[in-house]
């Protein structure tokens, strides 16, 4: 039996590059340290470090230089975080032995906005959850 369970979200109307900066963040932590890390960007009290698409991003407290609180990409992957791990318990794993093996954000299509606002796109982000049990 496999020890992997997973969740994709397709077409999320989140920012790509702000998804990219927090699947970084919690790539490689348990399952609980990343939830709580979700938690609390939406809370405000920890920001993600933005290390790749920092250009003119202030800095925050602590030690991680440029960084913000993607309240929306935080919020989608942490519901896609529950939902791997409520898949993870139906597989029969352990869910207090869980790890985020891997996160991945993925440009997705980027339709135009209907309406007035002509030559808009929306933005679309692919999200894909494997965690893994250790």
């Keep these: 039996m496999e020890k992997i369970a997973r969740a994709i979200g397709r077409d999320l109307p989140i920012s790509t590059k702000n998804s990219v900066e927090v699947c970084n963040h919690i790539r490689g932590k348990s399952l609980k340290r990343s939830k709580y890390i979700l ?21 925050k407290r602590g030690n991680i230089a440029a960084g913000r ?44 906005h209907s309406g007035r606002k002509i030559r808009r796109k929306m933005k679309r982000t692919h999200i894909e959850v494997i965690l893994e049990e250790k």
Excluded: W
């Design 69 to 112: 609180y993607p309240i929306k990409s935080c919020t989608n992957i942490l519901d896609l975080l529950n939902s791997a791990e409520h898949n993870a318990i139906n597989k029969g794993l352990n869910a207090n032995n869980l790890v985020v093996k891997n996160v991945i954000a993925n440009k997705a299509s980027r339709p135009f």
């Design 39 to 59: 938690q609390k960007v939406i809370e405000k009290e920890m920001a993600i470090p933005f290390r790749r698409f920092n250009t003119d991003r202030g800095h």
